[in-house]
T-cell receptor, first 113, second 115 residues
Framework: EAGVTQSPTHLIKTRGQQATLRCSPI?????VYWYQQALGLGLQFLLW???????NRGNFPPRFSGRQFPNYSSELNVNALELEDSALYLC????????????FGPGTRLTVL | AQSVTQPDIHITVSEGASLELRCNYS??????LFWYVQSPGQGLQLLLK??????LVQGIKGFEAEFKRSQSSFNLRKPSVHWSDAAEYFC?????????????FGQGTTLQVKP
């Protein structure tokens, strides 16, 4: 069974640009979570999508947004990039019967110059 | 507010020695508890989880953890550490009321293994 996949592996942008990160969940999983792992700040919850709807978001500005597609894959968009957005962005998926056990992808390393 | 504390930011142990990583949580009821491991540049791999029942849980790679309600702790242990165990370890709790779905992570403990 394939795990959670994320693309791209690395992404380099300049300040003010937009970044788009993608995530494909494990087959059969309907929930997708996004987390930011920034140096010195630990793992912070960003967004939760389930059945195509945004269910919850963390304490991040509106320029962090995303969506979930009918095939349950997800996209995270970060507009007006700032230097402090540089981080590892992790996607996780969860199945219906997994008691909130989340399975993580390898992450996308976003660098903002 | 719900929180997770990993008191040890960095731990160094010799290969073959035993290991205990500490985790304390703050929550009004029994949460779901997890330990994840992250190798450099990689995502998170689930080591073990606790939902209910037996308070001593076994995980992958020879790890175990014990839930102690009275101490609000969920410490991770391994009897004999291997060099390949060097990584960062995260304790996490979730979900919470209203089914927010999110996990709350501790700050992580970096494990270094001496030969």
């Amino acid at each position: 069974e394939a795990g959670v996949t994320q693309s791209p592996t690395h992404l380099i942008k300049t300040r003010g640009q937009q970044a788009t990160l993608r995530c494909s969940p494990i087959s059969g999983h309907t929930s997708v979570y996004w987390y930011q792992q920034a140096l010195g700040l630990g793992l912070q919850f960003l967004l939760w999508y389930d059945e195509g709807e945004e269910r919850n978001r963390g304490n991040f500005p509106p320029r962090f947004s995303g969506r979930q597609f009918p095939n349950y894959s997800s996209e995270l968009n970060v507009n007006a990039l700032e230097l402090e957005d540089s981080a590892l962005y992790l996607c996780a998926s969860r199945g219906v019967v997994s008691y909130n056990e989340q399975f993580f992808g390898p992450g996308t390393r976003l660098t903002v110059l | 507010a719900q929180s997770v504390t990993q008191p040890d930011i960095h731990i160094t142990v010799s290969e073959g020695a035993s290991l205990e990583l500490r985790c304390n949580y703050s929550y009004g009821a029994t949460p779901y508890l997890f330990w994840y491991v992250q190798s450099p540049g990689q995502g998170l791999q689930l080591l073990l989880k606790y939902f209910s029942g037996d308070t001593l849980v076994q995980g992958i790679k020879g790890f175990e953890a014990e839930f102690k309600r009275s101490q609000s702790s969920f410490n991770l242990r391994k009897p004999s550490v291997h060099w390949s165990d060097a990584a960062e370890y995260f304790c996490a709790v979730g979900p919470f009321s209203g089914n927010t779905g999110k996990l709350i992570f501790g700050q992580g403990t970096t494990l270094q293994v001496k030969p």
